[in-house]
């Protein structure tokens, strides 16, 4: 089984639980730099994120720096040739389904067609209320948001959708996708997020399951999934490092030549996820850029199901 790759992207985050200390003065050329080295490397998409606004009690573990995901990655699509651009994840509750299909379905047709569409409940109570938007009631908006937005991001000119929350029609939006059916990818690792990807996704984004917790996610996915549609399975590894580091890295971090690193990395294949996120450790954009090449050149083929 073959095991796509792809990488949340320095700078646009960052958040204490994983940005590098260089990252704090770093700005747009390292973005654009990093994720041109991500195209060229084969990854199959760069991610960006997405709050709105860091209230002061988290401020200290969680920044406030958090780019636009929409802006980030249409800026990234014209300095960009093939990777696909990840919304991972974009907090959908927080916004009309029009306004969200508006933006997002321009920056598909922008790019091509190289959206993906990740998307989650959010964890930010400040943010939903100063925006005047139910906390409490946030999962159940998510699952009326991603029927509202299967039809506003499909093919008619003129969508409708009628819930509780939200209904509209003879309302006419283009741009259109340039995708057919833009694939939306639910985040989150609760049993409600486990759920709502298996019933109404196209693909599911853990949030931090370590390896030993996967198996039982994904057959809990496969079963609630049931009539065999397609459903990419995604995971976020350990750190890496390709190669000796010179450095200390974290004893969490994968270590060693390409193939050492690809033999347990492809243990995500045989567990049945169909893409892992990536992030590798480094002390300046120069290093990550050498080891995303490195990675993409060296162990992204050995991901094939070789050795």
């Known amino acids: 089984m073959s095991l796509d790759y792809g990488i949340q992207l320095p700078v646009q985050s960052q958040s204490t639980i994983y940005a590098e200390p260089w990252e704090a003065d770093a700005g747009p050329a390292d973005l654009v730099e990093v994720a041109r080295a991500a195209d060229r490397a084969g990854f199959a998409y760069v991610a960006a994120c997405d709050h709105v606004a860091i209230p002061r009690r988290l401020a200290d573990a969680m920044s406030t720096v958090w780019y636009d995901p929409v802006a980030t990655l249409a800026h990234l699509a014209a300095v960009t040739e093939r990777v696909r651009l990840l919304a991972h994840v974009a907090v959908v509750g927080l916004r009309h389904p029009l306004l969200t299909a508006k933006q997002y379905a321009t920056l598909d047709h922008l790019s091509g067609g190289r959206l993906i569409l990740g998307v989650g409940a959010g964890h930010v109570r400040e943010e939903f209320e100063t925006l005047g938007v139910d906390f409490e009631r946030r999962g159940a908006v998510l699952d009326e948001t991603l029927d509202a937005l299967r039809a506003a991001l499909g093919p008619d000119e003129y969508p409708a959708h009628h819930s509780k929350s939200f209904d509209f029609e003879g309302l006419g939006q283009r741009p259109r996708p340039a995708q057919e059916r833009v694939p939306l990818w639910v985040g989150g690792s609760s049993p409600a997020a486990v759920r709502r990807a298996a019933l109404k996704?196209?693909?599911?984004?853990?949030?931090?399951?370590?390896?030993?917790?996967?198996?039982?996610?994904?057959?809990?996915?496969?079963?609630?999934?049931?009539?065999?549609?397609?459903?990419?399975?995604?995971?976020?590894?350990?750190?890496?490092?390709?190669?000796?580091?010179?450095?200390?890295?974290?004893?969490?971090?994968?270590?060693?030549?390409?193939?050492?690193?690809?033999?347990?990395?492809?243990?995500?294949?045989?567990?049945?996820?169909?893409?892992?996120?990536?992030?590798?450790?480094?002390?300046?954009?120069?290093?990550?850029?050498d080891q995303i090449g490195l990675f993409g050149t060296e162990v992204g083929p050995l991901l094939d199901g070789g050795s």
């Open 201 to 289: 996704g196209d693909g599911w984004l853990p949030q931090g399951d370590p390896r030993d917790r996967l198996p039982g996610q994904i057959e809990t996915l496969r079963r609630l999934r049931g009539d065999g549609a397609p459903l990419t399975v995604g995971a976020i590894t350990e750190p890496l490092y390709v190669g000796a580091p010179g450095w200390e890295v974290g004893r969490r971090t994968l270590t060693g030549p390409p193939e050492v690193l690809a033999e347990s990395l492809r243990a995500y294949a045989a567990m049945g996820v169909d893409q892992i996120q990536v992030r590798f450790r480094c002390r300046d954009r120069g290093e990550l850029i």
